[in-house]
């Protein structure tokens, strides 16, 4: 009522959308696992409610967001190899040569002042 059609995100619980919610490394091969780790642990909540509730009204539409996350799984899973393929595959889980070449030039470039 307060918003009208004005966009007011939030969480199901009521909570406003707050940055904190981000999981971001700025390292892709990290920011897809925390991916795909959260679609898994989407995956075993729905599973556990699907243990639980008996009710096909209730039961039909978890299953359609049991099946949803596994796709989306699926889906980071392929962006996964796609960006491994791309990267120095002797060196991707050592270190990011683009950042660590940028911070020495910046560095360097303070300590000489």
């Known amino acids: 009522m307060d918003h009208t059609t004005g966009v007011w995100p939030q969480a199901a619980s009521g909570m406003p959308f707050t940055a904190s919610q981000f999981q971001v490394t700025g390292d892709p091969i990290t920011d897809l696992f925390e991916d795909m780790a959260a679609e898994q642990k989407a995956r075993?909540?729905?599973d556990n409610i699907l243990?639980?509730?008996k009710d096909p009204?209730?039961?039909d539409p978890i299953r359609f967001l049991r099946a949803r996350e596994i796709v989306h799984f699926q889906r980071f899973g392929e962006a996964l190899r796609i960006v491994q393929d791309e990267?120095?595959?002797n060196n991707f889980y050592a270190f990011n040569?683009?950042?660590d070449h940028f911070c020495m030039d910046s560095c360097m470039n303070n300590n000489r002042k």
Do not use: G
């Open 44 to 46: 075993t909540t729905y």
């Open 51 to 53: 243990r639980m509730v």
């Open 57 to 59: 009204d209730v039961a």
């Open 87 to 89: 990267l120095d595959f």
């Open 97 to 99: 040569p683009s950042f």
